[in-house]
């Protein structure tokens, strides 16, 4: 049987990833204004913060239709008998029921999995996947093993700047101004599919991003070993060097890779995280 492996562009794969593994990208619609582009296709991250730097407005970002999906469902099973679909948090988007309410019509020919996570953490998912498809085993099994992951996918990321959680409405002026001055950068942890505030680190950002790293290998000492990844939006490249030494040895493959505009369109710049499965 031919399995196709699909994901939203939440997914936040390297073109490398994705051509190696081949999975087909749904992108989502960033709104800049009265335009609209698709994400990752039409619009890169660094346009988004050229955009917002020279509007000081923050795009909006919206999942796509039903009909966007029904589109994209049909184009892949030309030359698939099957597609297993990945899309971000149904807790946090429209992309989960969307992507679903397309896929009614197709019966057993297209699965939608709610991650239940974002970024890279919806691709630990969809990498599992493949390497299950390359395996041989059946569709029903692989989506039923990937629902059963998504309690296991530790997704969280260190915030440097806040500015763009305060642009979208997620805290006040009086708290961004505050980190600011405390040097406060918090920690946003996903759980049951939802994003909640973890530890509240303080100091300069090389620092907090080594703390924070240590703390979450401590906080998951059991965990798959076969690959992590090292998500971020634009952030000092020795703080990303210094976080895949402490990584090494500790993980088969490690994957550095640059969030999406949606994903930084939400977290702003300097934002970091390791996602990996745990046991």
């Known amino acids: 049987m031919r399995i196709k492996i699909s994901a939203d562009s939440t997914v936040d794969l390297s073109k490398e990833l994705v051509d190696k593994y081949d999975i087909a990208i749904m992108p989502l619609w960033i709104n800049l204004?009265?335009?609209?582009?698709?994400?990752?296709v039409e619009i890169s991250t660094s346009e988004l913060f050229d955009?917002?730097?020279?509007t000081g407005e923050l795009?909006?970002?919206?999942?796509?239709?039903?009909l966007s999906y029904q589109e994209f469902y049909d184009k892949l099973l030309k030359d698939a008998d099957c597609v297993i679909h990945f899309v971000v948090s149904g807790m946090l988007s429209?992309?989960?029921?969307?992507?679903?309410k397309a896929a009614e019509e197709y019966g057993e020919r297209v699965y939608v999995v709610d991650s239940r996570s974002l970024s890279t953490g919806i691709a630990l998912l969809a990498l599992y996947a493949c390497d299950r498809v390359k395996e041989g085993a059946e569709p029903k099994k692989i989506v039923e093993e990937?629902?059963?992951?998504?309690?296991?996918?530790q997704a969280s990321f260190v915030?440097?700047?806040?500015?763009?959680?305060?642009?979208?409405?997620?805290?006040?002026?009086?708290?961004?101004?505050?980190?600011k001055f405390l040097r406060i950068k918090p920690e946003i942890v996903l759980v049951g599919g939802e994003m909640k505030v973890g530890k509240k680190y303080m100091g300069k950002l090389n620092k907090v991003i080594e703390s924070y790293?240590?703390?979450?290998?401590?906080?998951?000492?059991?965990?798959?070993?076969?690959?992590?990844?090292i998500t971020h939006t634009p952030i000092d490249k020795e703080i990303r060097e210094s976080v895949r030494k402490q990584l090494e040895g500790k993980f088969?493959?490690?994957?550095?890779?640059?969030a999406g505009a949606t994903i930084s369109s939400h977290c702003g710049l300097e934002t970091l995280g390791i996602l990996f499965i745990t046991k």
């Open 213 to 229: 790293v240590e703390d979450t290998l401590a906080k998951y000492p059991e965990y798959d070993r076969k690959r992590v990844f």
């Open 94 to 100: 429209s992309c989960y029921s969307n992507a679903l």
């Open 59 to 66: 795009p909006k970002t919206a999942s796509p239709s039903i």
């Open 146 to 153: 990937c629902k059963a992951l998504t309690k296991k996918v």
């Open 252 to 258: 088969d493959e490690i994957y550095d890779t640059d």
């Open 159 to 179: 915030l440097g700047d806040l500015n763009y959680m305060h642009k979208g409405g997620r805290c006040s002026g009086a708290m961004r101004l505050s980190a």
């Open 51 to 54: 955009y917002v730097d020279k």
């Open 33 to 40: 204004g009265n335009e609209t582009k698709l994400d990752g």
